[in-house]
């Protein structure tokens, strides 16, 4: 008989992990809009604000594994949720490009805490034997906030051109998450007590995990790229619609292969799942990176159908990727390490994404614009296929606990 994953903790996890997403992706779609209609600011100052919400969580995150396998995670992931929601305030009253950056800064701290401690906690509610499943189902629920949040705050801003009712709007989302986060309950084994847990390097960053980490980060690369210029690319290709659309169908595509991709992964095909979504993802990128050449050549209505189903495919790709690497890291670490595998994991996510989102707004400002920032993702996602092939599979199978 198959182990219950539906249970009221399991669902109230991804309703919370809903709402704190969809908080998130009502802001980015419209914040690179915002700093540019409001301050005035480039694309790279763009980059560098947008990137400061990464570089704080990557700073995070190590600290918040250790500390989530030391204490009681259930309470530290609450804790860290409210602070999450409350630092939707400060995109209020921040007047200032400055203000803008501290307020990312401490967002940032406050998701890398909360994404790693809901991340560990989740797999703490879950049964082993489906921990590929759920870890998809409740990426689901990340994909499905990607979905709606930017496409109704896009919507805001076209029809009302209101970016505080969009702050407003994330407020409220995270403040009921954080309500419905307190239902969440657990009954998992206590974490190790501190005095078996020395200070040493492995305590902060799974080592097992280096490998994967490194093909991880390169596939991230271009996925800060797309999430946070593709607006604007959108408008470069002379695309009227709205830009939600993209959001929506891409999350179409990242929901459709989770579904599936959890299940493969739970019946031993995670190697052939990641391999297959890299492949899918490298080939969408170069697709990407040529729209803008075939709209200057031919204005044809090839190139919007092209847009949207670059959309669907990066969806594909990525929802067969993300259940699959999380478990990776996952079946590297024992129950006491499982935050600190969370953390590695979303570390070297934050890591490429930080990385994606400042070379791409450079290499955006110089003449080869946004098309050749895709191009050079579609180059890192090709690396990341090569160090998965060559180092990180043939490690994964000779140290994988499950």
């Known amino acids: 008989m198959r182990e219950r994953l539906w249970t009221r903790s399991f669902t109230s996890i991804c309703v919370a992990n809903f709402l704190l997403n969809f908080a998130f992706y009502l802001l980015l779609p419209v914040l690179p809009l915002y700093l540019i209609e409001v301050f005035g600011a480039s694309k790279t100052m763009v980059g560098i604000v947008v990137s400061c919400y990464t570089v704080a969580a990557l700073v995070v995150r190590p600290a918040a594994g250790f500390v989530l396998d030391m204490f009681n995670r259930r ?33 940032g701290l406050a998701m890398g805490m909360v994404s790693t401690a809901g ?65 969440v309950k657990v009954k998992k084994a206590a974490p190790v007590p501190r005095e ?3 200070m040493v390097l492995d305590r902060f960053f799974l080592i097992k995990g280096l490998s994967g980490g490194a093909s991880l980060l390169f596939i991230a690369v271009p996925y800060g790229m797309v999430t946070t210029y593709v607006v604007i690319y959108g408008r470069q290709l002379g695309i009227e619609a709205s830009m939600g659309i993209f959001f929506l169908l891409m999350a179409v595509g990242l929901i459709s292969s989770r579904l599936f991709a959890g299940k493969l992964v739970d019946r031993g095909r995670l190697l052939a799942v990641i391999g297959c979504g890299t492949v899918v993802a490298m080939v969408t990128y170069f697709v990407l990176a040529s729209l803008l050449k075939l709209h200057l050549l031919t204005d044809s209505v090839l ?19 993300f259940p699959a690497y999380n478990t990776l890291f996952v079946n590297l670490a024992p129950h006491n390490r499982r935050a600190t595998a969370s953390s590695t994991y979303l570390t070297s996510w934050d890591i490429g994404l930080g990385l994606g989102l400042i070379v791409g707004g450079r290499i955006a400002d110089t003449a080869g614009g946004l098309p050749l920032s895709y191009l050079v993702g579609a180059f890192s996602v090709a690396i990341s296929f090569v160090l998965f092939k060559k180092i990180t599979a043939p490690h994964y199978e000779r140290n994988k606990l499950v």
């Open 119 to 183: 991340n560990s906690l989740v797999v703490d509610i879950m049964p082993s034997s489906r921990r590929g499943e759920g870890l998809g189902y409740f990426g689901v629920a990340n994909n499905i906030a990607m979905a709606t949040g930017p496409m109704i705050s896009l919507f805001i801003h076209d029809h009302a051109a209101d970016f505080f009712t969009i702050f407003y709007a994330a407020i409220a989302s995270g403040a009921l998450g954080f309500i419905i986060a307190n239902t």
């Open 196 to 198: 078996h847990q020395p």
């Open 303 to 321: 190139v919007p159908i092209l847009f949207y189903a670059v959309a669907v495919s990066l969806g594909v790709g990525y929802g067969m990727l």
């Open 75 to 107: 309470v530290l992931y609450l804790i860290a949720y409210f602070l999450f929601a409350l630092c939707f305030t400060g995109y209020v009253v921040a007047g200032s490009i400055a203000l803008l950056v501290l307020v990312r800064l401490l967002h």
